[in-house]
């Protein structure tokens, strides 16, 4: 079954550097996301992605957070200047169309900020 | 604005023994529910969901859930549940034809299911 993959599983950084998470989104897939979930709380939205653009995001994804698909089979995350409330497991996600479809959701990458 | 919430945080049953999950939502239009289940050190999986039509859903893994309109509720099932469905279980909720497409996740249920 096809499934959204992410690289890597977990990385540690310190405070102030750049961060950039992985996503290859299922293939015919056309809408893209990312979820957060800091430990011990719920999965949060980030930003949502279609047709090369962002269709959506919450208040959490501020100045330091940029989305990108780079070609035709990345989608990519990456946090400009870490903080340490930026540790968290990050949820790549996708899906066929929008509303009402199934969201398929990665296994996530644990991010450590230190 | 939608919220979604899950009443219980921690729910222990013993094996063989029937579990309900309890979700409710707020929102001002008409919405798609899911539930989704995390197992340890794993990412979300869709157990269900609610798009329209029967309000009686069936999912993977023995669980159901029904929506209650008037009650603003979509409760997770199972009648006789096994140590594998120990896990965190999430309920969602997606506004319909809104034109936005995020999922708004509850605080999660830790089911613990007991020899």
């Known amino acids: 079954e096809p499934e959204v993959t992410q690289t890597p599983s977990h990385q540690v950084t310190q405070m102030g550097q750049e961060v950039i998470l992985r996503c290859v989104p299922i293939s015919n897939h056309l809408y893209f996301y990312w979820y957060r979930q800091i430990l011990g709380q719920k999965v949060e939205f980030l930003v949502s992605?279609?047709?090369?653009?962002?269709?959506?995001k919450s208040e959490i994804f501020d100045d330091q957070f940029s989305v990108e698909r780079p070609d035709g089979s990345n989608f990519t995350l990456k946090i400009r200047s870490t903080k340490l409330e930026d540790s968290a497991m990050y949820f790549c996600?996708?899906?066929?169309?929008?509303?009402?479809?199934?969201?398929?959701f990665g296994e996530g990458s644990w991010l450590t900020v230190v | 604005a939608q919220s979604v919430t899950q009443l219980d945080s921690q729910v222990p049953v013993f094996e063989e023994a029937p579990v309900e999950l309890r979700c409710n939502y707020s929102s001002s239009v008409s919405v798609y529910l899911f539930w989704y289940v995390q197992y340890p050190n794993q990412g979300l999986q869709l157990l269900l969901k609610?798009?329209?039509?029967?309000?009686l859903v069936k999912g993977i893994n023995g669980f159901e859930a029904e929506f209650n309109k008037s009650q603003t509720s979509f409760h997770l099932r199972k009648p006789s549940v096994h140590i594998s469905d120990t896990a965190e279980y999430f309920c969602?909720?997606?506004?319909?034809?809104?034109?936005?497409?995020?999922?708004?996740f509850g605080t999660g249920t830790r089911l613990k299911v007991l020899a």
């Open positions: 992605f279609y047709n090369n653009e962002i269709s959506e």
């Open positions: 996600a996708s899906s066929v169309s929008g509303s009402g479809n199934t969201i398929y």
């Open positions: 969602a909720v997606s506004e319909g034809g809104s034109g936005t497409y995020k999922y708004i």
């Open positions: 609610y798009l329209s039509g029967s309000t």
